[in-house]
């Protein structure tokens, strides 16, 4: 029987790999300028905390989660997000109240698989706790654009919105709505009852076409959402980071209570054109179970990023070993020792240690691009000296063992 990888998960290796290694580093040291620390959290949970955390009415909960009953009857889910899970783990651990926090890990949703939209995927995310200020919206923010740009991501466009609209403005929206009924899809018909916002956000045309002209939730803001709002925007211009203030943007998840945002691009479909979003969620602490906290965060799809960067790049390749050992069958324990000192000296190298001719190993050599061949025949240990060839324009030098390591690092 040939096993296959299930439908809208995928397998990561080279040369696609060096790419996701360069996202996650180059997250991980914007996460260390920002002073967010890793938080790892599991990736089942109990069903009820995605279910209260996102909302039952969301598509997530109503159709997409991985859910099954374990050997005890427990009904778990492979985690939908991270935001839920984080939360749990924030008070279950009575974490600091205080507390800025990235996570990097799986996610299952059972969506349709296409370009940029898969069963497993994989999410950078962040979530802050304990700060209220429209400074810390700002923060997160310019922290999602610091690493798309560490990340090489040219021309993300960033939305952004305000939920927090006043008691008058959903009601105003559902009359609205209820008038242009025959116009909308089925999905938001059901929708007009549950959460008549979501319509907005809806990408069937003539849904499009039914909601214009609708009244704009960010001309109904609370007075304090309002002025945190461009609080928001003032801050974000003066950090030099441009954005468009979408009222339509709603988001799919039921937990957000103030600014929204999301950085698209056009490099994908429209239906995943989305490669971060975020946004505050101040009542989600203590609808899970805990103090009433305000927080704040956002997560990124490393695949969308991953096809984004492709799109731009064109095709990806791996830069290969700076060193390659090759050895006469009678030196492989040279060979060894040298791969071993040249390791410890940070030159990454590899080798081969089957008994294998000069020629079948030059060929490794180019095929893993090396950009050194060292080469320890019967005359290289005669004279004590290994032969170092520039894989790159041919040039060879004589070099002692002791020597190489400082040779290839002076030499690029
Ligand atoms: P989300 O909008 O559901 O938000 O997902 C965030 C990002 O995850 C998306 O913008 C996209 O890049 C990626 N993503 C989502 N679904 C898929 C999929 N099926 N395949 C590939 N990538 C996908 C959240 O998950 C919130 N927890 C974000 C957040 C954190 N809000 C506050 N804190």
Request: contains cysteine; charged residues 25%; neutral net charge.
């Amino acid at each position: 029987m040939k096993y296959q990888r299930l439908r809208g998960v995928k397998d990561v290796f080279s040369p696609d790999n060096s790419v996701w290694e360069s996202i996650i580093a180059a997250a991980v040291s914007v996460f260390k300028t920002y002073n967010y620390s890793l938080i790892i959290t599991p990736t089942i949970e109990e069903i009820s905390l995605f279910s209260r955390g996102i909302g039952e009415a969301s598509d997530i909960v109503m159709k997409e989660m991985y859910d099954f009953n374990d050997k005890k009857g427990r009904h778990i889910v492979l985690r939908p997000e991270g935001t839920a899970s984080v939360v749990r783990a924030y008070i279950e651990n009575s974490l600091p109240e205080k507390s800025d926090m990235y996570y990097i890990g799986q996610m299952f949703r059972y969506e349709r698989p296409q370009t940029g939209r898969y069963r497993e995927f994989y999410q950078i995310g962040v979530e802050s706790f304990g700060d209220a200020t429209p400074y810390k919206d700002a923060e997160v923010i310019i922290l999602a654009s610091a690493i798309l740009k560490a990340a090489g991501i040219k021309d993300a466009v960033l939305n952004i919105n305000c939920l927090a609209a006043d008691a008058g403005y959903y009601e105003k929206l559902k009359n609205f709505l209820e008038e242009k009924k025959s116009g909308l899809c089925g999905d938001c018909k059901n929708k007009l009852s549950r959460a008549p916002i979501r319509v907005l956000d809806c990408k069937n045309e003539g849904c499009r076409q039914a909601v214009a002209g609708a009244p704009l939730i960010t001309e109904h803001l609370t007075p304090g959402a309002g002025a945190s709002f461009s609080k928001i925007k003032s801050l974000l211009t003066a950090a030099g980071i441009s954005f468009t203030v979408n009222p339509a943007m709603v988001r799919g998840l039921d937990y957000y209570t103030a600014v929204v945002f999301e950085f698209t691009t056009d490099k994908l479909g429209p239906q995943q054109n989305t490669i971060l979003a975020g946004g505050r969620y101040d009542n989600l602490v203590e609808e899970l179970g805990g103090k009433k906290t305000p927080a704040t965060g956002f997560a990124m799809g490393i695949e969308r990023l991953f096809e984004v960067l492709k799109a731009q790049e064109g095709t990806i390749t791996e830069a290969g070993p700076e060193a390659f050992i090759i050895v006469d069958k009678e030196f492989i324990d040279r060979g060894f020792e040298l791969v071993n000192s040249l390791r410890n000296s940070g030159i990454r190298c590899a080798m081969g240690y089957q008994e294998r001719s000069f020629k079948s190993q030059f060929r490794e050599a180019e095929s893993k691009k090396a950009g050194f061949a060292v080469i320890i025949g019967e005359t290289e240990v005669n004279t004590g000296k290994y032969s170092v060839k520039n894989m790159a324009d041919g040039s060879q030098k004589e070099i002692e063992a002791a020597g190489i390591a400082a040779y290839i690092k002076g030499r690029p």
